[in-house]
């Protein structure tokens, strides 16, 4: 069964700690990407990759990290310099070689801090 | 000006109706637009993606595009109560071949089909 994969569902997290978000995908898609949505907003791009060990800031970076060791997988750390943590994370994956590159996304990440 | 802009609702249609939801976009070189469904807890989507001007038609939805105008629609023929959902328009300012997308998103509108 191919698709994108997301742990935790829900993660409870107290100020002052860092967590890693997990997300991998079978679909061998060459990019993936990390949102956050917040209520009545827009997906906003935390960060992407088009290759292994290769990644690039989006638009909201500040107090994330990522990693992309391998290519089905691209855990989101979110560290205690990110202010306001609390939000639905989602991933999604695509190919770079169509002319399109249409992105699929996870089921979703709902982090809530303490 | 916000780079793509959606009409938050709720839009109400009654069961049967056709839907017409609206985006524009403030990126004139923008290549791509797609149309996602969110329903409430849930992840987006895809349900289709539109290149050219003009209609494009997948079953119940057609997405049509006015480059010109910089307008992007989404309608949907015999509106169903299952069609209550969010709908979010992204745009792909991506301009490289064999790069990944860059999506911008709207906030979405949210459509309720009534019965």
């Known amino acids: 069964d191919g698709g994108i994969t997301q742990s935790p569902k829900y993660l409870f997290r107290k100020e002052g700690q860092n967590v890693t978000l997990s997300c991998e995908q079978n679909l061998n898609h060459d990019a993936m990407y990390w949102y956050r949505q917040d209520p009545g907003q827009g997906l906003r791009l935390i960060y992407y990759s088009q290759i292994v060990n290769d990644f690039q800031k989006g638009d909201i970076a500040e107090g994330y990290s990522v990693s992309r060791e391998k290519k089905e997988s691209f855990p989101l750390t979110v560290t205690s310099a990110q202010k306001n943590p609390t939000a639905f994370y989602l991933c999604?994956?695509?190919?770079?070689?169509?002319?399109?590159?249409?992105?699929?996304f996870g089921p979703g990440t709902r982090l809530t801090v303490l | 000006q916000k780079e793509v802009e959606q009409n938050s609702g709720p839009l109400s249609v009654p069961e049967g109706a056709i839907a017409s939801l609206n985006c524009t976009y403030s990126?004139?070189?923008?290549?791509?637009f797609f149309w996602y469904r969110q329903y409430s807890g849930k992840s987006p989507e895809l349900i289709m993606f539109?290149?050219?001007?003009g209609d494009k038609e997948d079953g119940r939805f057609t997405a049509q595009l006015n480059k010109a105008s910089q307008y992007v629609s989404l309608l949907i023929r015999d509106s169903q109560p299952s069609d209550s959902a969010t709908y979010l328009c992204?745009?792909?300012?991506?301009?490289?071949?064999?790069?990944?997308?860059?999506?911008?998103f709207g906030t979405g509108t949210r459509l309720q089909v009534t019965l």
């Open positions: 992204a745009v792909n300012r991506g301009r490289e071949a064999g790069t990944a997308s860059k999506l911008t």
């Open positions: 999604a994956s695509s190919w770079t070689s169509g002319s399109y590159n249409e992105q699929f």
């Open positions: 539109i290149y050219s001007n």
């Open positions: 990126d004139r070189g923008s290549q791509s």
